[in-house]
């Protein structure tokens, strides 16, 4: 069956007619067919009990996938944000999709396995499916990542931690019409997918051991992390101390983790009296910390390279949808917009839908899906 895809979004002050406005405005993209799976995202400034189960009743059945999104929606026709918020839709023909949910409930692992193997019996295929969407609260990614990872070897994964506009925990996942938290929602795509996962930025020749628990990294070669981070940017460490004030200044110079001859980039939240750092994602006792830089016009440049890879093979791209770091978003200010010139450059005049994330999830290394941050995840679905 032939892939088709439809974009609608509204910046309408009422969730009803957002609602009304998305359906309508993707539908007419699928010239006639019925939609077999939606993905939908908003910002936290609309209305999403009233947007989600809107949009659901609409389309009577249709899997939906989604989340919020940070301060807007990445569109073929812009980045679109507003006063009253943003809701943006992706409806697919042709594809094969189950969605499914599972609280955290204090164990990421288990809620990852169980959303990924409900989802694939919704999608009523007893094989694996070609890709998992993912979408679970910031701070749940890895156990979610490894959860589907130990259930369903080998699998892609393409995914995002859904963000707020104010970094205050207000951040939703959407399930089949339902507005969630605390939750892991996966969904089990079956058509032909392309996928990448990549950042943009460049190694230095700066690089360290670390010593660190879970999200926090302690030390740089037995010496005080942000003591290290400093002198290795030239900042002066009072500048990084309290707050989110580490978050903007490592916008575009984070560290990362060698993986083969790429890297795993990991953004860095607060700096702490103590020396210590805390991060958006884990650090591993022992292994080798990378200062990482890059400028602004290679953050966007990076975002058509993605996407260009993710097509590779492809014959036809019919769709393709994008998981865009919130702090690239914050990084490019207003240049976010040229974000959709390299991506149509990449696959000409396709549908697509992005949404601004506080964590990627992806395929970095062959047969291993990670949990990333600064990062860029894109799927392309095509013929």
């Given at each position: 069956m032939?892939?088709?895809a439809?974009?609608?979004?509204?910046?309408?002050?009422?969730?009803?007619?957002?609602?009304?406005?998305?359906?309508?405005?993707?539908?007419?993209?699928?010239?006639?067919?019925?939609?077999s799976?939606a993905l939908?995202?908003?910002t936290?400034?609309m209305?999403l009990?009233?947007?989600v189960?809107?949009?659901?009743?609409?389309l009577?059945?249709?899997?939906?996938?989604?989340?919020?999104?940070?301060?807007?929606?990445l569109?073929?026709?812009?980045?679109?944000?507003?006063?009253?918020?943003?809701?943006?839709?992706m409806?697919?023909s042709g594809?094969?999709?189950?969605?499914?949910?599972?609280?955290i409930?204090?164990?990421p692992?288990?809620?990852g396995?169980i959303a990924?193997?409900?989802?694939?019996?919704?999608?009523?295929?007893?094989?694996?499916?070609?890709?998992f969407?993912?979408?679970?609260?910031?701070?749940?990614?890895?156990?979610?990542?490894?959860?589907?990872?130990a259930?369903?070897?080998g699998?892609?994964?393409v995914g995002?931690?859904p963000?707020?506009?104010?970094?205050?925990?207000?951040w939703?996942?959407?399930?089949?019409?339902?507005v969630?938290?605390?939750?892991?929602?996966?969904?089990?795509?079956?058509?032909?997918v392309?996928?990448?996962f990549?950042s943009?930025?460049r190694p230095?020749?700066k690089?360290?051991?670390a010593?660190?628990?879970g999200r926090?990294?302690k030390t740089?070669?037995?010496?005080?992390a942000?003591?290290?981070?400093?002198?290795?940017?030239?900042?002066?460490?009072?500048?990084?101390?309290?707050g989110?004030?580490?978050?903007?200044e490592?916008?575009?110079?984070?560290l990362?983790?060698p993986?083969?001859?790429?890297?795993l980039?990991?953004?860095?939240?607060t700096?702490?009296?103590?020396g210590?750092?805390?991060?958006?994602?884990?650090?591993?006792?022992?292994?080798?910390?990378v200062l990482?830089?890059?400028t602004?016009?290679?953050l966007?440049?990076?975002?058509?390279?993605?996407?260009?890879?993710?097509?590779?093979?492809?014959?036809?791209?019919?769709?393709?949808f994008?998981v865009?770091?919130?702090?690239?978003?914050?990084?490019?200010g207003?240049?976010?917009?040229?974000?959709v010139?390299?991506?149509?450059?990449?696959?000409?005049?396709?549908?697509?839908?992005?949404?601004?994330?506080?964590?990627?999830?992806?395929?970095l290394?062959?047969?291993?899906?990670?949990?990333?941050?600064?990062?860029?995840s894109?799927?392309?679905i095509?013929?």
């Open positions: 032939t892939v088709r439809g974009v609608g979004w509204s910046l309408a002050k009422d969730a009803r007619t957002a609602a009304t406005e998305v359906v309508e405005m993707a539908s007419a993209g699928l010239g006639g067919e019925s939609p799976l939908l995202f908003a936290v400034d209305d009990s009233v947007l189960p809107q949009v659901a009743r609409h009577k059945g249709v899997p939906i996938f989604g989340g919020s999104s940070f301060t807007g929606i569109t073929p026709a812009g980045f679109q944000a507003g006063p009253n918020g943003v809701a943006g839709l409806l697919l594809v094969q999709a189950g969605v499914a949910r599972c609280m409930g204090g164990n692992r288990r809620a396995a990924a193997g409900l989802a694939r019996r919704q999608a009523g295929q007893s094989r694996e499916p070609d890709l969407l993912m979408l679970t609260p910031p701070g749940s990614e890895e156990g979610v990542v490894g959860g589907i990872a259930r369903h070897p699998v892609p994964v995002g931690s963000g707020d506009n104010t970094i205050e925990g207000y939703k996942a959407f399930a089949n019409g339902r969630l938290e605390d939750s892991a929602v996966v969904a089990a795509l079956y058509a032909k392309g996928y990448a990549g943009g930025y230095t020749a690089r360290a051991r010593g660190a628990e926090t990294l740089l070669d037995g010496r005080p942000l003591d290290v981070y400093a002198e290795w940017t030239g900042k002066r460490r009072e500048d990084l101390i309290g989110l004030k580490l978050l903007g490592s916008l575009l110079a984070p990362a983790t993986m083969g001859d790429t890297y980039i990991k953004h860095l939240a700096g702490n009296e103590d210590t750092i805390g991060a958006f994602a884990e650090f591993a006792e022992g292994e080798e910390v990482m830089e890059a602004v016009d290679e966007i440049a990076s975002a058509g390279e993605v996407v260009r890879q993710a097509a590779q093979g492809m014959k036809e791209v019919r769709a393709a994008l865009h770091c919130a702090g690239r978003r914050v990084a490019l207003d240049r976010i917009g040229e974000v010139g390299v991506v149509k450059g990449a696959i000409g005049d396709a549908p697509f839908l992005g949404f601004c994330s506080f964590g990627e999830q992806g395929m290394l062959p047969g291993t899906n990670l949990h990333g941050n600064l990062m860029l894109a799927l392309v095509g013929e």
